[in-house]
């Protein structure tokens, strides 16, 4: 998930069109239609949502861990700039009055970042951390220009900021620990840009900055100082530009609740710390964020089953969002990073619980329950529906968790090739992986893993060119490097306990996993990018698919159980006729291609939704 906020400051055309605007704005200009033309071009369009009337969490044995799950720091600084800048920005809207800050949660609230009433002094999101010093781009301590030269300290995505689901319903807001998340990090990328830029080219705005972040009453060489910090920034967001500008026409809009994670991964890790733009890859294979509850005990995680071992995943994810680290300097420790990575075992450990068995179910986090603020499920059809998930949908994935089957199955087991000494008495679910050229869905995220190669220098000691294998053998070496590093250094055994006794498998199969559908009716939109807006119509023809519906709607539709598509002002209209956003297969009908089962009537559709209500 290696998206860049700043890189949309990069572009030279939209300095232009900053500082024009600018000029427009103090000549009093703003009623002629180049003036609407130009802001119209600079600033990002949100939708505007209702008020709630409240706010609930759902229960998933899950209250102890959350608050501190919230805001754990990865290591990460996502945003290049440094928490207290974070919080001295003003929304990039065009006045030469004070506006609005960035951080304001109802502002950042329109992007999808859920409000967090629990700890209003840090005055972050769920999925915000703040983190220890901050280095910028050369190495050096980022401080504040006044003496006493305090550090500054690095702010970053953490786990909950893509995992953590909401959705609305006459009024009450509920959300969902471990859900997906509906956030448009593509916009919040334009929007902290032209914050930075408008920091620079607006009049007073850089003063009000300077204010916030040095304290009152400036100096000028203060100011100068923070001036030149801020044009680093700046100029970093122009390479990164660049690179974004060199692959622009194979990419893919990826807009809310999407992201192309593990493209954003190896974008992070092998052209900005490599620092070799030809590695740099387009963004072809947007995902829906997944559901994360009971993903600590599969035998492979990711939509294509392409890893493994819990640290590497989750390492990987954080020197995705920019935690720091070191590949081209042997002076400075190849593989030297800033990842928290005893934070990243508490927040699998949190996830995961005890070994679950069927007497105590999962442990740690559960997947969410129907609540009783929506309208009751329909018990007879329900029945009815069961039958038909028994014949058609537990084939791949698996009985119903709340079944003696499901625990009994021959399915819990060592992964492949461990011996049984190694582990304190873990059983693994052993999932189906199922063939592309069966369910038929689009094959962009598996095919674009498969496909992808980089060029890696022979001092880093990596044996392939292939996208995966390379990227989980540079994730080992950099864990292996911190667990040698400690005083003293990790001793084996405990090291077997922080990889989650697993090895660092990595592969990259034409097909993707089928996991249990507990909670699925809190996550939409389906299939794995998000190309279903609901339930229904996962179970109806492809023909029967709308071709386009709008992301970012809140509101729960919970007859056909999704979120709303009717048309969203500032939202994203999803067109499934693109490459990465194709809404073929996993289809019943009568067929062949990605057909998995016969057409279902539209009474046996309703059944088999309101039974999936109920897992």
Same mark, same amino acid.
């Given at each position: 998930?290696?998206?860049?906020?700043?890189?949309?400051?990069?572009?030279?055309?939209?300095? #232009?069109?900053?500082?024009?605007?600018?000029?427009?704005?103090?000549?009093?200009?703003?009623?002629?239609?180049?003036?609407?033309?130009?802001?119209?071009?600079?600033?990002?369009?949100?939708?505007?949502?209702?008020?709630?009337?409240?706010?609930?969490?759902?229960?998933?044995?899950?209250?102890?861990?959350?608050?501190?799950?919230?805001?754990?720091?990865?290591?990460?600084?996502?945003?290049?700039?440094?928490?207290?800048? #974070?919080?001295?920005?003003?929304?990039?809207?065009?006045?030469?009055?004070?506006?609005?800050?960035?951080?304001?949660?109802?502002?950042?609230?329109?992007?999808?970042?859920?409000?967090?009433?629990?700890?209003?002094?840090?005055?972050?999101?769920?999925?915000?951390?703040?983190?220890?010093?901050?280095?910028?781009?050369?190495?050096?301590?980022?401080?504040?220009?006044?003496?006493?030269?305090?550090?500054?300290? %690095?702010? +970053?995505?953490?786990?909950?900021?893509?995992?953590?689901?909401? #959705?609305?319903?006459?009024?009450? @807001?509920?959300?969902?620990?471990?859900?997906?998340?509906?956030?448009?990090?593509?916009? #919040? %990328?334009?929007?902290?840009?032209?914050?930075? &830029?408008?920091?620079?080219?607006?009049?007073? %705005?850089?003063?009000?900055?300077?204010?916030?972040?040095?304290?009152?009453?400036?100096?000028?060489?203060?100011?100068?100082?923070?001036?030149?910090?801020?044009?680093?920034?700046?100029?970093?967001?122009?390479?990164?530009?660049?690179?974004?500008?060199?692959?622009?026409?194979?990419?893919?809009?990826?807009?809310?609740?999407?992201?192309?994670?593990?493209?954003?991964?190896?974008?992070?890790?092998?052209?900005?710390?490599?620092?070799?733009?030809?590695?740099?890859?387009?963004?072809?294979?947007?995902?829906?964020?997944?559901?994360?509850?009971?993903?600590?005990?599969?035998?492979?995680?990711?939509?294509?089953?392409?890893?493994?071992?819990?640290?590497?995943?989750?390492?990987?994810?954080?020197?995705?969002?920019?935690?720091?680290?070191?590949?081209?300097?042997?002076?400075? +420790?190849?593989?030297?990073?800033?990842?928290?990575?005893?934070?990243?075992?508490?927040?699998?450990?949190?996830?995961?619980?005890?070994?679950?068995?069927?007497?105590?179910?999962?442990?740690?986090?559960?997947?969410?329950?129907?609540?009783?603020?929506?309208?009751?499920?329909?018990?007879?059809?329900?029945?009815?529906?069961?039958?038909?998930?028994?014949?058609?949908?537990? +084939?791949?994935?698996?009985?119903?968790?709340?079944?003696?089957?499901?625990?009994?199955?021959?399915?819990?087991?060592l992964p492949a090739g461990q011996k049984a000494e190694h582990y304190?008495?873990?059983?693994?679910?052993?999932?189906?992986?199922?063939?592309?050229?069966?369910?038929?869905?689009?094959? &962009?995220?598996?095919?674009?893993?498969?496909?992808?190669?980089?060029?890696?220098?022979?001092?880093?000691?990596?044996?392939?060119?292939?996208?995966?294998?390379?990227?989980?053998?540079?994730?080992?070496?950099?864990i292996k490097h911190w667990y040698d590093s400690q005083t003293p250094?990790?001793?084996?055994?405990?090291?077997?306990?922080?990889?989650?006794?697993?090895?660092?498998?990595?592969?990259?199969?034409?097909?993707?996993?089928?996991?249990?559908?507990?909670?699925?009716?809190?996550?939409?939109?389906?299939?794995?990018?998000?190309?279903?807006?609901?339930?229904?119509?996962?179970?109806?023809?492809?023909?029967?698919?709308?071709?386009?519906?709008?992301?970012?709607?809140? @509101?729960?539709?919970?007859?056909?159980?999704?979120?709303?598509?009717?048309?969203?002002?500032?939202?994203? @209209?999803?067109?499934?006729?693109?490459?990465?956003?194709?809404?073929?297969?996993?289809?019943?009908?009568?067929?062949?291609?990605?057909?998995?089962?016969?057409?279902?009537?539209?009474?046996?559709?309703?059944?088999?939704?309101?039974?999936?209500?109920?897992?």
């Open positions: 998930m290696a998206w860049k906020p700043n890189s949309i400051v990069g572009s030279l055309s939209l300095l #232009f069109s900053v500082v024009v605007a600018a000029v427009i704005v103090i000549a009093g200009l703003v009623a002629y239609p180049y003036v609407a033309k130009v802001y119209d071009g600079i600033r990002v369009k949100l939708p505007e949502y209702p008020a709630v009337q409240k706010t609930r969490w759902l229960d998933q044995n899950w209250t102890d861990q959350r608050d501190w799950v919230h805001h754990a720091d990865q290591g990460t600084a996502t945003f290049h700039i440094p928490y207290e800048w #974070f919080m001295a920005l003003e929304q990039p809207e065009m006045s030469l009055t004070s506006v609005g800050l960035l951080s304001d949660p109802v502002y950042l609230d329109r992007f999808g970042f859920i409000p967090d009433a629990a700890d209003p002094k840090l005055g972050l999101p769920v999925g915000m951390a703040r983190g220890k010093a901050m280095v910028d781009a050369t190495a050096q301590p980022w401080r504040n220009p006044r003496a006493p030269y305090a550090d500054m300290t %690095r702010i +970053g995505l953490t786990c909950a900021a893509c995992h953590t689901g909401r #959705f609305t319903y006459q009024g009450t @807001e509920f959300l969902v620990d471990g859900g997906p998340a509906i956030t448009d990090l593509g916009k #919040f %990328r334009t929007a902290l840009g032209l914050s930075l &830029a408008f920091t620079r080219f607006v009049p007073y %705005r850089f003063d009000r900055f300077a204010e916030r972040v040095i304290g009152a009453n400036p100096s000028e060489v203060e100011k100068t100082q923070l001036l030149a910090q801020l044009d680093k920034v700046l100029a970093q967001g122009k390479g990164l530009s660049d690179l974004d500008t060199m692959v622009a026409p194979q990419s893919v809009v990826e807009g809310y609740g999407r992201l192309d994670a593990l493209n954003r991964i190896g974008n992070e890790v092998f052209a900005v710390d490599l620092k070799t733009p030809a590695n740099y890859a387009a963004t072809s294979a947007p995902v829906h964020f997944p559901r994360i509850w009971d993903a600590p005990w599969f035998d492979w995680v990711q939509y294509n089953s392409s890893i493994e071992q819990p640290m590497v995943r989750n390492a990987g994810e954080a020197m995705g969002v920019s935690a720091m680290l070191n590949l081209t300097s042997a002076t400075g +420790g190849f593989y030297v990073s800033g990842i928290e990575f005893l934070n990243l075992d508490r927040i699998e450990k949190s996830l995961a619980g005890k070994q679950p068995n069927a007497s105590t179910g999962f442990t740690g986090l559960k997947s969410p329950q129907w609540p009783a603020e929506l309208p009751p499920i329909d018990k007879t059809r329900a029945g009815q529906g069961a039958a038909l998930y028994k014949e058609l949908c537990q +084939g791949c994935h698996l009985a119903p968790v709340s079944s003696a089957e499901f625990w009994t199955s021959d399915r819990w087991s304190p008495g873990e059983r693994y679910l052993r999932l189906n992986v199922v063939p592309i050229s069966l369910v038929g869905t689009d094959p &962009a995220q598996a095919k674009d893993m498969l496909d992808r190669k980089v060029t890696v220098p022979r001092e880093l000691d990596i044996a392939t060119d292939s996208f995966g294998p390379a990227l989980g053998a540079v994730t080992e070496k950099t250094p990790v001793p084996p055994e405990k090291r077997e306990e922080l990889n989650g006794y697993r090895e660092n498998g990595i592969q990259a199969p034409l097909a993707y996993k089928a996991r249990p559908l507990n909670g699925i009716w809190a996550t939409p939109p389906y299939l794995h990018n998000g190309s279903v807006p609901n339930l229904y119509a996962l179970l109806s023809p492809v023909s029967e698919r709308p071709t386009k519906f709008y992301l970012g709607n809140r @509101e729960y539709d919970p007859v056909n159980v999704g979120y709303r598509t009717d048309k969203l002002e500032g939202g994203f @209209e999803l067109d499934t006729r693109i490459r990465g956003n194709f809404n073929t297969g996993h289809e019943f009908g009568n067929g062949k291609d990605g057909v998995i089962g016969r057409l279902l009537t539209p009474d046996e559709r309703r059944a088999l939704v309101e039974y999936l209500k109920t897992m």
